[in-house]
């Protein structure tokens, strides 16, 4: 029975119908079990390649352990947002630590890393303002870019005179009180990292301000400390923002940068005023998450084994596995069509790697992209390995 509004429900109706004619309805299968190196989906079990729990921290018994405790101390839920009283030390504690873990003055949490874009951007830029943003930058970022009513400048990826002329002609027009640069930290379709010293080079020559997300580099470059660090360029980005999700295991996200920036944060950005303040369980696990990282590079050192191996392997078996440059491995089918039908035949062979295509990324140039874990064995990538082979023969991918 149809109720509300028949318009709704026609441009609901049209919408869907086109989107499923066209291949392009995503349906979500639900897991049956951890997000670790094998899933079960219907029962199935598979071969789980497409994660970003790149250390296998989402399941770790001591990120396990240290939110159990504080779900026991503190209850499951803060309460409140940070500003009224929903900041426990405990919140207190995981900034200090993520300072720490950045090499920054000071640093602030939000409920995830999407949020934390929604925040940041518009904390400090407005109409009066432009953002140089890279055309491949994150969803998360291009949303908070628009939310600040800044005039959105896109340079092509990656490419620092395209960066360095719409720098120089945005600064020369006048028009601008403020210019921020932003881009990924590493690009998680290609797994590209950013040119930061480059960027660095223009922002200096423009007085931009820096921005990086690196959502895919934290716990991944730089030894574990993240894309800016992997550069040395800690102290020359103005905000250094992570996720707590991927690589850390848990939920949530930060900004890391100079006390005056973080003190400005916690009085003027939004989801940090208006939305509810990160659960003490998920405050613990992200902590130990952070002090593990800190005190060891065990974990590190496992997924770039892992990455490197994938890689090899695919790229002997003669896949393109394009110019990736961490241990996010894509192997580019090029036809969309047929990129799902890969992926869909791995799947039933026993292999879980999703198929990335436009306007995910550029038309032609489809992938199943593999994410590589440190919880991953040698043994279950070679079957992986095996699967890749099978199908890529079966389907005249390989020859
Ligand atoms: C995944 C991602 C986010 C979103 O992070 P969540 O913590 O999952 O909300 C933000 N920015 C980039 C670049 C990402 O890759």
């Given at each position: 029975?149809?109720?509300?509004?028949?318009?709704?429900?026609?441009?609901?109706?049209?919408?869907?119908?086109?989107?499923?004619?066209?291949?392009l309805?995503?349906?979500?299968?639900?897991?049956?079990?951890?997000?670790?190196?094998?899933?079960?989906?219907?029962?199935?079990?598979?071969i789980?390649?497409?994660?970003?729990?790149?250390?296998?921290?989402?399941?770790?018994?001591?990120?396990?352990?240290?939110?159990?405790?504080?779900?026991?101390?503190?209850?499951?839920?803060?309460?409140?947002?940070?500003?009224?009283?929903?900041?426990?030390?405990?919140?207190?504690?995981?900034?200090?630590?993520?300072?720490?873990?950045?090499?920054?003055?000071?640093a602030?949490?939000?409920?995830?890393?999407?949020?934390?874009?929604?925040?940041?951007?518009?904390?400090?830029?407005?109409?009066?303002?432009?953002?140089?943003?890279?055309?491949?930058?994150?969803?998360?970022?291009?949303?908070?870019?628009r939310?600040?009513?800044?005039?959105?400048?896109?340079?092509?990826?990656?490419?620092?005179?395209?960066l360095?002329?719409?720098?120089?002609?945005?600064?020369?027009?006048?028009?601008?009180?403020?210019?921020?640069?932003?881009?990924?930290?590493?690009?998680?379709?290609?797994?590209?990292?950013?040119?930061?010293?480059?960027?660095?080079?223009?922002?200096?020559?423009?007085?931009?301000?820096?921005?990086?997300?690196?959502?895919?580099?934290?716990?991944?470059?730089?030894?574990?400390?993240?894309?800016?660090?992997?550069?040395?360029?800690?102290?020359?980005?103005?905000?250094?923002?992570?996720?707590?999700?991927?690589?850390?295991?848990?939920?949530?996200?930060?900004v890391?940068?100079r006390?005056?920036?973080?003190?400005?944060?916690?009085?003027?950005?939004?989801?940090?005023?208006f939305?509810?303040?990160?659960?003490?369980?998920?405050?613990?696990?992200?902590?130990?998450?952070?002090?593990?990282?800190?005190?060891?590079?065990?974990?590190?050192?496992?997924?770039?084994?892992?990455?490197?191996?994938?890689?090899?392997?695919?790229?002997?078996l003669?896949?393109?596995?394009?110019?990736?440059?961490?241990?996010?491995?894509?192997?580019?089918?090029?036809?969309?069509?047929?990129?799902?039908?890969?992926?869909?035949?791995?799947?039933?062979?026993?292999?879980?790697?999703?198929?990335?295509?436009?306007?995910?990324?550029?038309?032609?140039?489809?992938r199943?992209?593999?994410?590589?874990?440190?919880?991953?064995?040698?043994?279950?990538?070679?079957?992986?390995?095996?699967?890749?082979?099978k199908?890529?023969?079966?389907?005249?991918?390989?020859?």
């Open positions: 029975m149809n109720v509300g509004s028949n318009i709704l429900n026609n441009f609901l109706h049209e919408n869907l119908t086109d989107l499923k004619a066209k291949g309805y995503n349906t979500i299968e639900p897991m049956e079990s951890a997000n670790g190196p094998i899933i079960s989906i219907g029962g199935k079990k598979l789980n390649l497409s994660s970003n729990n790149y250390l296998g921290l989402a399941t770790d018994s001591r990120l396990v352990d240290a939110a159990i405790n504080a779900i026991q101390t503190y209850g499951v839920g803060a309460g409140a947002v940070r500003t009224i009283n929903g900041t426990l030390d405990l919140h207190v504690k995981l900034e200090e630590k993520l300072a720490a873990f950045k090499h920054t003055e000071a602030i949490a939000y409920q995830s890393g999407f949020n934390c874009n929604m925040a940041a951007i518009s904390a400090v830029m407005d109409k009066d303002d432009a953002i140089l943003s890279d055309e491949l930058n994150h969803a998360s970022i291009i949303d908070g870019c939310l600040s009513k800044a005039k959105i400048i896109p340079f092509k990826h990656a490419d620092i005179e395209d360095r002329a719409k720098a120089k002609a945005a600064k020369e027009s006048g028009l601008y009180k403020k210019i921020m640069v932003i881009t990924d930290g590493v690009f998680s379709m290609d797994g590209d990292i950013a040119k930061l010293p480059e960027i660095v080079e223009v922002a200096r020559e423009f007085d931009l301000i820096t921005y990086v997300d690196d959502a895919h580099g934290s716990g991944v470059t730089g030894k574990g400390a993240g894309t800016v660090k992997h550069f040395g360029l800690s102290d020359q980005i103005d905000f250094q923002i992570g996720t707590l999700s991927k690589a850390i295991g848990v939920i949530g996200g930060y890391a940068g006390k005056e920036l973080i003190d400005w944060l916690k009085v003027r950005s939004r989801p940090f005023l939305s509810t303040a990160l659960t003490p369980g998920d405050v613990a696990a992200a902590t130990k998450a952070i002090e593990i990282l800190m005190s060891s590079t065990e974990l590190h050192d496992k997924l770039w084994e892992n990455g490197n191996y994938l890689k090899r392997g695919l790229k002997s003669g896949f393109n596995i394009g110019d990736s440059e961490t241990p996010i491995t894509p192997c580019v089918i090029g036809d969309e069509q047929l990129t799902q039908e890969f992926s869909k035949k791995l799947y039933q062979e026993g292999v879980y790697a999703k198929a990335i295509v436009f306007p995910t990324v550029a038309r032609g140039t489809g199943v992209r593999n994410m590589p874990t440190a919880a991953h064995t040698t043994d279950i990538l070679d079957q992986a390995l095996a699967i890749y082979e199908v890529g023969k079966e389907m005249g991918i390989l020859q």
